[in-house]
Nanobody, 123 residues
């Protein structure tokens, strides 16, 4: 079992930055692909970014490409979502997720989920 806890959400002005953290316990995070998803009010949860545990390949939704990165610190068993140039449309609850698959981009491919953290971007 892997337990994931997100932190770092909050209120930020448009153009600002936030770094979300996803702390893992129970297993070594480096052996899991890690994804970030978000759900805005009234919308379906959607893919944001992912990093694969073999090779470290990263993937980003078109809407965040060039603005977000997904570093991870294996020594701290923690992954991050670095969000820059934030826009009001980035407002959502952000979830981190872990998958034992070598490549996982879809929600059903992720077995472990955090509780979510709210990000609000004001205009």
């Amino acid at each position: 079992q892997v337990q994931l806890v997100e932190s770092g959400g909050g209120l930020v002005q448009a153009g600002g930055s936030l770094r979300l953290s996803c702390a893992a316990s129970g297993r070594t995070l480096s052996r899991y692909s890690m994804g970030w998803f978000r759900q805005a009010p009234g919308k379906e949860r959607e893919f944001v970014a992912a990093i694969m545990w073999i090779g470290g390949s990263t993937y980003f939704a078109d809407s965040v490409k060039g603005r977000f990165t997904i570093p991870r610190d294996n020594a701290k068993n923690t992954g991050y979502l670095q969000m820059n140039s934030l826009k009001p449309e980035d407002t959502a609850v952000y979830y981190c997720a872990g998958s034992g698959r070598t490549r996982a981009l879809l929600q059903y491919e992720y077995r472990y989920w955090g509780q979510g953290t709210q990000v609000t971007v004001s205009s």
